[in-house]
């Protein structure tokens, strides 16, 4: 069974960094690929990077590549998620899921366990 519990999140000015972990406390971490998503009031949820099993490979949103950076640690059963370069329109709830999917999707659809979000908010 997978757990997903998001940490991190917070308020920072626009321009600042944070990071964000996502712990799965059960036993399989290493046999999904884990996606982050946000989801920010009154717009729909949407894909922001995910990452292979290994870690060799990842895939970002257009509008985050060159400031957030998708990692994984399998001995900790831990995504995390580095925002650099923060900016109000990245202002979310930010979820991290897991997939069963053979390659690394951007498709809500395709991720079968979420955790129950994190706010980051980003001041102008």
């Known amino acids: 069974q997978v757990q997903l519990v998001e940490s991190g999140g917070g308020l920072v000015q626009a321009g600042g960094s944070l990071r964000l972990s996502c712990l799965d406390s059960?036993?399989?971490?290493?046999?999904?690929?884990m996606g982050w998503f946000r989801q920010a009031p009154g717009k729909e949820r949407e894909f922001v990077t995910a990452i292979s099993r290994s870690g060799d490979s990842t895939y970002y949103a257009n509008s985050v590549k060159g400031r957030f950076t998708i990692s994984r640690d399998n001995a900790k059963n831990t995504v995390y998620l580095q925002m650099n370069s923060l900016k109000p329109e990245d202002t979310a709830v930010y979820y991290c899921?897991?997939?069963?999917?053979?390659?690394?999707?951007?498709?809500?659809?395709?991720?079968?366990?979420w955790g129950q979000g994190t706010q980051v908010t980003v001041s102008s």
């Open positions: 899921a897991a997939s069963r999917t053979q390659g690394i999707s951007s498709l809500a659809y395709n991720y079968d366990y």
């Open positions: 059960g036993h399989t971490f290493s046999t999904y690929i």
